[in-house]
Nanobody
Framework: QVQLVESGGGLVQAGGSLRLSCAAS????????MGWFRQAPGKEREFVAA???????TYADSVKGRFTISRDNAKNTVYLQMNSLKPEDTADYYC?????????????????WGQGTQVTVSS
């Protein structure tokens, strides 16, 4: 397993941007698929985006065209660039690691989770 630490959350106005980072421990980061999930108060955790070890990406329909996931294997870090933010994007955002093929959207496929970072978008 890898240890994951998210950062970059905060308060932003609607239409603004934030970049979340997730730093991973360990020397095998490049072999992991990485995902971002979010959970709003009173709601279930939902998939946001994922990137495979080779760089293939998948996005939830609700964020497609606004969010971009990327990774820097030299820095053991995965990013989530969030543009054109909406109040409905308000949630705690979590990164997760999966030692497997593809870029899964099912949270049960992920083995390690960070503690989360809070994103609040005001209208």
């Amino acid at each position: 397993q890898v240890q994951l630490v998210e950062s970059g959350g905060g308060l932003v106005q609607a239409g603004g941007s934030l970049r979340l980072s997730c730093a991973a421990s360990g020397r095998t980061f490049s072999s992991y698929a990485m995902g971002w999930f979010r959970q709003a108060p009173g709601k279930e955790r939902e998939f946001v985006a994922a990137i495979s070890w080779s760089g293939s990406t998948t996005y939830a329909d609700s964020v497609k065209g606004r969010f971009t996931i990327s990774r820097d294997n030299a820095k053991n870090t995965v990013y989530l660039q969030m543009n054109s933010l909406k109040p409905e994007d308000t949630a705690d955002y979590y990164c997760a690691a999966n030692k497997g093929a593809g870029q899964p959207s099912n949270p049960r496929r992920y083995d390690s989770w960070g503690q989360g970072t809070q994103v609040t978008v005001s209208s």
